[in-house]
């Protein structure tokens, strides 16, 4: 079982808010950091509870210039649980007197369980010994418990513990936001419900959220619950609200403090009132026991569709789990039909604010495949905002809708018109929001849904239009050169995002970004493809609801025929016009000066110069393009384009701008390991170990603390569900072109396809596909060229090639 446990042991300051984020309880809702229950945030420790889609924006000035941030919102920590011995200093793992002989933590991926276990002495020599076990429920999403039990070891005597809700936080998590404005709620009522429970009620102080807490404490002496030896004296501080109990322990007789909460809010279905829906749940909830019962199954069925097994390499396997848990807590059935986006850094903590990012590339294509409600859902997000993304548009004096680079709560653009350098410690203006390809990706998740599942009603009702205002807005972004023959887009960043213009230019903005431009080209071609898809009179239905006119139609068919892409050398594609002439950039010196160069953007800026120099990348740009298309579809657009490219080109362009990629973003190594990994196993399999060690190892020095890596945490499972198998899904079928690295013996794991619950088995001789018995249409499973229909109740299973011949 340790392959799902994930163990700290000791207490390491410097590694607190790293264990703190990799120990997260959530249910794809509600999320609390996996801190100490004693501990306050002083900067080693930084407890704390988000809720999906609360948000709050406050306003600072920086240099001069008014900067509004919206921000995910740390609200009330109900953890709160201090102890001492009679009437001494209370319990620290850093100070206070008392001495810390042992702690293990432990993270039960399997069942969403922390537990944690103390051995430690007072100021006096008084052993004692704690278990910790705290979940945050994933069958009811309001809900979260922590029990903690206690044993006096060769003493008896008094023992004082003080359970509350500590109203009194801040969104103080991330170090270079702390000189911007951080209190985002207030106290609007607090109360002691009866001896038991306490409730707290917070309003955040611009969108006027109502959240609120009530807490329920109860008490047992060797597994029995009892009340008549416990003295509870009430706390009723201004934001701060629960009771200090006073214990008798004996010893070697464990006693037990039971803590319960229910989280509410305002954005909550099916409630009248939050403070007065979390005291009545309170109030009627069964014991810790039987709630954490009822946790640990939900647990089980979710894990039946999403376990994943990839050989026998137990550290591996280890990760792979805590990627899948992670990815879980921050997207869950709960998460269905509630107005929420997947943040880049999950429920974690509060690096970009809690936004939304283009991440969801990397997400959703995962999720297709397991549970493509979920992603159903979260494409809905995009829906409610599109009118937001039309007005942008509009604004910017361009047809269509402009998608926010960074999103939030109603869609607008979120993105820090400057950035504070960390390097530096100057502020500098920052472009991102030139980022339009957020819109390629979200054209790009539409499409894939409705690819995977044959959802022709959400492609009528709401994938359809988004993606053809994301076509109108590209198709009024580009500009004819009569002269070439080729529509240009200009002014825009590409994923790069190292460069963000040219040196000698004051206005900012690439031309042509030839990932912009060439899944402009692909967006475009699935228009046309979506509306042959579409029954006769529903085509008829969204020609008129989005007021399509032939003119428009005849537009984009010319621009998938003339739009411009650049290119240099033998066949390279250029990242932009001009990469090619950009001066050469000198690694070996600045490894040598620097060390680790990830972020050699900060760097720069740092030393007074800027990226846009050079011929570099701060993450798979060009390469974007390969790992979202397959070689043929790729070469067709090119075609029709034009162009005579082949995609023999393919291994020199990913060699090109690998050795310019100083991989500063955790999703870079994620995209070279899957296009690596037919011609280039070794080094494939060695990016994956890099991308699987992200944020466990917390590779870019500082950033995990701050909120994990979800897109690289799914897109490491991604490669191996489909990089590995070399899974598409399309016209109809699952493709298999299985390159099962030679370091794993054999993939096993789950798909949901069109309704089927498929059993997949691949070693380096067979892949075998089995749907359970069911009154489902049959699927069409390719291998390599080799097609089968497998019905329910059967197997089908294909011999690779070089260990045999066929199919069985």
Request: net charge negative.
């Amino acid at each position: 079982m340790s392959e799902w446990m994930l163990t700290y042991d000791g207490y390491d300051p410097d590694e607190e808010g790293l264990r703190e984020a990799l120990c997260v309880l959530g249910n794809g809702v509600l999320a609390t950091r996996g801190a100490a229950p004693e501990s306050e945030a002083d900067g080693i420790h930084y407890p704390a509870t988000y809720l999906a889609g609360v948000f709050n924006r406050l306003e600072d000035e920086v240099d001069g210039v008014a900067v509004t941030n919206e921000s995910i919102v740390n609200l009330p920590n109900w953890l709160v649980l201090r102890f001492r011995t009679d009437g001494g200093p209370w319990f620290s793992m850093a100070d206070g007197g008392w001495t810390l002989h042992t702690q293990r933590l432990t993270l039960d991926l399997r069942r969403g369980i922390l537990t944690r276990h103390l051995d430690t002495s007072d100021p006096e020599g008084r052993r004692l010994a704690i278990t910790q076990r705290r979940f945050v429920h994933l069958g009811d999403p309001q809900i979260a418990g922590l029990e903690t039990t206690f044993v006096a070891t060769g003493w008896s005597g008094a023992l004082q513990v003080r359970a509350a809700i500590d109203a009194n936080v801040r969104n103080t998590g991330v170090e270079r936001y702390r000189d911007l404005s951080d209190h985002h709620h207030d106290v609007v009522e607090q109360a002691i419900v009866d001896e038991q429970t306490v409730t707290v009620t917070v309003e955040t102080n611009q969108t006027h959220l109502r959240i609120a807490e009530a807490a329920r404490v109860r008490v047992h002496h060797n597994g029995a619950r009892s009340a008549d030896d416990v003295t509870r004296t009430p706390l009723d501080e201004p934001g701060f609200v629960g009771v200090d109990l006073d214990l008798e322990l004996a010893s070697g007789v464990p006693t037990t403090v039971e803590k319960l909460v229910t989280v509410v809010s305002s954005h909550d279905p099916a409630i009248a009132e939050p403070a007065e829906h979390a005291v009545r749940k309170i109030l009627r909830l069964p014991d810790f026991d039987t709630l954490l019962a009822r946790h640990v199954s939900r647990w089980d069925q979710l894990w039946d569709r999403f376990e994943l097994r990839f050989g026998e390499q137990e550290d591996i396997e280890r990760i792979l789990n805590l990627h899948t848990f992670h990815a879980l807590q921050t997207v869950s059935p709960n998460t269905i039909d509630r107005d929420v986006g997947v943040p880049a850094r999950g429920l974690h903590g509060e690096a970009y604010r809690g936004h939304i990012f283009w991440d969801e590339v990397f997400i959703f294509p995962y999720l297709n495949l397991r549970m493509p409600v979920l992603t159903r859902s979260l494409l809905m997000y995009r829906y409610r905002r599109l009118d937001e993304a039309r007005q942008r548009a509009r604004a910017a004096g361009h047809a269509g809708a402009i998608y926010p680079w960074q999103s939030g709560s109603d869609g607008r653009e979120e993105s820090q018109e400057m950035h504070l350098n960390p390097q530096s410690g100057t502020w500098k203006p920052d472009n991102s929001q030139l980022q339009r390809h957020i819109n390629i990706a979200i054209a790009y998740n539409v499409w894939q849904y409705v690819e995977t599942t044959g959802d022709l009603e959400f492609l009528r009702y709401y994938g359809a239009e988004m993606m053809v205002e994301i076509a109108r807005f590209f198709s009024s972004l580009a500009t004819y050169d009569r002269a070439a023959d080729r529509y240009h887009i200009n002014g825009v960043m590409g994923p790069d995002e190292y460069h963000d213009g040219y040196v000698d230019r004051d206005k900012p903005g690439l031309d042509d970004n030839a990932y912009t431009n060439i899944m402009v080209v692909w967006t475009l071609s699935r228009i046309f493809e979506l509306l042959d898809l579409l029954p006769e009179h529903l085509r008829h239905d969204l020609w008129e609801a989005l007021d399509l006119s032939r003119s428009e139609l005849d537009r984009w068919e010319d621009l998938t025929r003339r739009m411009k892409v650049p290119f240099h050398g033998e066949g390279i594609i250029s990242q932009f016009a001009g990469y090619e002439k950009l001066e050469r950039f000198d690694w070996e010196g600045y490894r040598e000066r620097y060390g680790d160069i990830q972020r050699l953007d900060r760097i720069l800026h740092a030393e007074g110069d800027t990226p846009n120099r050079y011929q570099l990348a701060k993450q798979a740009d060009v390469l974007m393009l390969f790992y979202l298309l397959s070689a043929d579809e790729l070469q067709r657009i090119l075609r029709r384009l034009g162009y005579d490219w082949t995609s023999e080109r393919i291994p020199d362009t990913i060699d090109y701008y690998r050795r310019r990629t100083s991989h500063g973003s955790t999703l870079s190594g994620v995209v070279h390991a899957w296009l690596l990994a037919r011609s280039d196993r070794t080094r494939s399999w060695q990016l994956f170990h890099h991308a699987l060690r992200s944020d466990v190892a917390d590779i870019q020095g500082g950033t995990t603390p701050e909120g994990i890596h979800l897109g690289a945490m799914t897109g490491t499972l991604d490669l191996v569900q489909r990089g590995y198998t070399g899974l598409v899904v399309e016209q109809n079928q699952l493709v298999f072109e299985p390159a099962l690295p030679e370091e794993v013996d054999r993939l096993r794991l789950r798909l949901f396809y069109r309704g089927h619950h498929l059993g997949v088995l691949l070693d380096h001789e067979r892949l075998r596909i089995s749907a359970p018995a069911s009154d489902l249409a049959s699927v069409t499973i390719n291998c390599a060229g080799q097609c089968e229909e497998l019905a329910a109740g059967n197997t089908v299973e294909f011999v690779l090639t070089g260990a045999g011949e066929g199919a069985g």
